[in-house]
C-alpha cells in the first residue's frame, strides 16, 4: 500500500504530494466557504457590493463578482502557501527529510481532525484557532477601512490582499498542508486551490446578497466536518507512507 506513496521522497518542480494536497484543499474550500467564509468576510463583499455603480444588468453582475477583491485574496493566499512551503523545504533539508515532512503532514492533518471536532461536538474542542489575536484583526480592520469604499478595481484588489491575513484557524490548517509540498511552485499551486474553493460562497454573496449563500450554509456545515475528517485521514497516510515506505 505504502509503495503507491514512494515519490513522495522526491518531491520534484512542484512536489509530488502537491496534486492530492492542493485538491484536497479546493474541496475544502469550496465547502468551507458557504459554511465558515461566507459568514465571516460576507459583510466585506457586502459592503463593496453596496458601492458598484447602477448601470446594465451586465454591469451589476460583473460588480457583485468582485473579481479583484478574490484576485486579491489569492495574491495573499498564494504568496503564504509559497513561504510556508519554503519554510517546510528548509525544516526538511538533511538526513531527517522525510521525518520532518511526516511531521508536517501530520501537523496539518491535527488541525484538520480539530477543526471537524470543533464542528461534532463544541464542548470537546481543542484549543480554539478560529479566535483572532484582538490587536492583529483591529490593526487589519483599520487598514481595510481605506478600501471598502473603494468602488475602483485597485482598490478592491487591496481589499483582498489585507483580508487575506486575517487570522484563522481554517486558513492555518491549509498552510500547515502547503508547507508539506516543500517547495515555492507546490506551495503556492496548492494554496491557489484553496484561494478558488473558497470562490464560490463569495461570489454568491456578492451577485445575490447574503442570503444566496444562505441556503446552502446549512448543508455545507454537515458536510464540512467529515471532509475535515477525511483531510486529516488522507494527510496522515501520506505522512505513514513516508515513515514506513521505501527508503
Known amino acids: 500500500m505504502f509503495a503507491h506513496f514512494g515519490h513522495l521522497e522526491n518531491p520534484g518542480w512542484c512536489g509530488g504530494e502537491t496534486v492530492p494536497i492542493a485538491l484536497l484543499l479546493f474541496l475544502t474550500g469550496l465547502l468551507g466557504g458557504f459554511a465558515h467564509c461566507g459568514p465571516m468576510c460576507g459583510p466585506f463583499v457586502l459592503a463593496q457590493v453596496a458601492n458598484v455603480p447602477d448601470g446594465s444588468f451586465l454591469r451589476r453582475l460583473s460588480g ?49 481532525v480539530g477543526q471537524a471536532i470543533a464542528r461534532i461536538a463544541p464542548r470537546m474542542r481543542p484549543v480554539s484557532l478560529d479566535g483572532p489575536p484582538a490587536r492583529w484583526s483591529a490593526g487589519l480592520a ?65 451577485i445575490g446578497g447574503s442570503l444566496a449563500a444562505a441556503r446552502w450554509r446549512q448543508s455545507a456545515r454537515h458536510l464540512l466536518a467529515p471532509l475535515f475528517l477525511l483531510n486529516g485521514a488522507v494527510l496522515g497516510v501520506l505522512a505513514i507512507a513516508l515513515i514506513f515506505g521505501p527508503g
Open 64 to 112: 457583485g463578482m468582485l473579481l479583484p477583491y478574490h484576485l486579491g485574496r489569492a495574491t495573499t493566499y498564494v504568496a503564504l502557501g509559497a513561504i510556508a512551503a519554503l519554510l517546510g523545504a528548509s525544516l526538511a533539508s538533511g538526513p531527517a527529510a522525510r521525518v520532518v515532512l511526516a511531521v508536517l503532514l501530520l501537523l496539518a492533518a491535527a488541525l484538520f
Open 142 to 206: 483599520h487598514v481595510a477601512r481605506w478600501f471598502v469604499a473603494d468602488p475602483g478595481a485597485t482598490g478592491r484588489f487591496a481589499l483582498g490582499v489585507v483580508l487575506g491575513f486575517l487570522p484563522c484557524g481554517f486558513l492555518y490548517a491549509a498552510l500547515a498542508a502547503a508547507a508539506a509540498t516543500q517547495t515555492v511552485a507546490g506551495g503556492a499551486i496548492a494554496m491557489a486551490g484553496f484561494a478558488l474553493g473558497t470562490m464560490p460562497s463569495l461570489v454568491a454573496v456578492g
